[in-house]
């Protein structure tokens, strides 16, 4: 069964300092993997992806992620935080080569204090 | 407008009662989802639909809970008889073809039962 772990419901950061928000998958086969952030009071966006290739993906506002086939993670990263940054953040994963649905992680919520 | 759109945005109605949430999906985009997402919480997966496959119905949580999609195009979600806990944030979101293609979500209806 697939499965998507967002292990921090918050995470806190100071604005201008690096943000780490994790995100772990258990699939049976090899993933897509997806970030989306929802910002208050409007709809889910879709921030980057890995597909294949470089396991750096680069997405909107300065966002990364780094997909790690050993750790199975794929952790959401920016080297230096903006207030504007504060919302829901989601980690989703999807099987390759199947016909299954996404699944979405429980979402973090990103707090950045000025 | 070119994305996904949701009808109506609000609904309130009174326990017992049957409601129906619309979604229009990007044209030409071939999987459509609904999701429930409770007080800015996480993505609740609901049903999926992908082409003119048999839908995904494994997470609608109840016998109340029913949804179509007509003419592969828009999609509608009919809860009957409902209660206070159905009460939360209708998500819909369509993709284009292709698993690693990233959806696209609508802005929610957000229902809530007396």
């Known amino acids: 069964a697939q499965s998507v772990a967002q292990p921090e419901d918050q995470v806190n950061v100071a604005e201008g300092n690096p943000l780490t928000v994790k995100c772990t998958y258990s699939v049976s086969g090899n993933p897509y993997l997806f970030w989306y952030v929802q910002y208050p009071n409007r709809g889910l966006q879709f921030l980057l992806k890995y597909i294949t290739g470089d396991n750096l993906v680069k997405g909107s506002y300065g966002f990364e992620a780094e997909f790690n086939k050993s750790q199975t993670s794929f952790h959401l990263k920016k080297p230096s935080a903006l207030v504007s940054d504060s919302a829901l953040y989601f980690c989703?994963?999807?099987?390759?080569?199947?016909?299954?649905?996404?699944?979405f992680g429980s979402g973090t919520r990103l707090s950045i204090r000025p | 407008g070119a994305g996904v759109s949701q009808s109506p945005s609000n609904k309130v109605t009174e326990k017992g009662k049957d409601v129906e949430l619309r979604c229009d999906p990007i044209s030409g985009h071939t999987a459509l989802y609904w999701y429930r997402q409770s007080l800015g919480q996480g993505l609740e997966f609901l049903i999926y639909f992908q082409g003119n496959s048999a839908p995904d119905k494994s997470g609608l949580p109840s016998d109340r809970f029913s949804a179509e999609r007509t003419g592969g195009s828009v999609s509608t979600l009919t809860i009957q008889r409902t209660q206070q806990e159905d009460s939360a944030v209708y998500l819909c979101?369509?993709?284009?073809?292709?698993?690693?293609?990233?959806?696209?979500f609508g802005p929610g209806t957000r229902l809530t039962v007396l």
């Open positions: 989703a994963v999807r099987v390759r080569s199947s016909a299954s649905k996404i699944i």
């Open positions: 979101a369509s993709s284009s073809q292709g698993e690693y293609n990233e959806q696209f």
